[in-house]
């Protein structure tokens, strides 16, 4: 085959998983696109080398390629370690590994999907499903609050206008005022279902430095916020304002939480950004995404709510509403993306990845 004539593999480099045509010793016939994509392989290299030499433990993959090429079965499944040449965080790559027969050949398909993948994925699909959930019933429950609310404010004020004992008036203002705070959390609630999506260029960065300016003005001391900035992540379209409040919300909890910290004089939240590349969302592959970080040396989540804190009226402190996060994953989810969090004793990090163009 030239190298003009176009690949009948071709196809496989739309694909999200790592999908790799192999021979019976292990010499790639082809290789997708995101096999240089996860792997860091050029596509010269991942023609030369064996597949099995990628592997920690190559025997199952041999001996399964084996099994399929002598009509054993025509398919298998099995759980491997991949070796990784470009490192992240780790030198290995969990995988689960399918081995498919190929008819007319005796070439066999195997196609490699990232288990944090598909962690991340069922986590996410989850997350967005007990989101739809909880803002159907935050409507329903806000709706069917308000109406008696107003009623129970309305008779307060008739009430006091009837009253000429100071004292009786005093409880006709409890009940009024706090009846507005009820009507302020109801408000808050519905926010997100009023306020229309306002599409226009947004720059990240421009978001980061606006948080970062509100955080310091109400923590001017003993808190300090660094910057860790990819500066050349480009400008996409979101709703600016509706991002601002969503890491406003992430980093104003996180100030909170360093309230000893900030007495000691050596708390910090640190405003991250940085581009990843092949990136699922919501089952759909997006080859570039925003990834902004905000983490703090504070002294994490408690375990006992930490997979609930997206959840409404979920709060870690006595006095938090427990708004702040749900909020700030609708508005992200507004922008087909997701947060995610990570948090230990001295370390919490909220992660919003953002699809780019």
Known sequence: MSENTPSPYAAFDHLATLVAVVQPDGRCVFANAAF???????????????????????????????????????????????????????????????????????????????IEQQTRQAREERALGQARATKELIRNLAHEIKNPLGGIRGAAQLLEMELESRTLTEYTQVIIQEADRLQALVDRLLAPHRKPHVVSDVNVHEVCERVRSLILAEFPRGLCVERDYDTSIPDFRGDREQLIQAVLNIAHNAAQALAERILGGDAQITLRTRIARQVTLGKQRYRLALELQVEDNGPGIPESIRDRIFYPLVSGRDSGSGLGLTLAQTFVQQHHGTVECESEPGKTRFKILIPLP
């Open 36 to 114: 240089g994509d996860v792997l860091g392989w050029s596509s010269r290299s991942r023609m030369r080398d064996s597949l099995y030499d990628w592997f920690i433990d190559a025997q199952p993959v041999r001996d399964t390629v084996a099994a399929v090429l002598r009509n054993d079965f025509s398919s298998s499944r099995f759980d491997a370690l991949l070796r990784r040449p470009v490192l992240t965080n780790a030198d290995t790559l969990p995988v689960h590994v399918i081995v498919n027969q190929m008819e007319g050949t005796t070439d066999v398909l195997i196609e490699l999907v990232e």
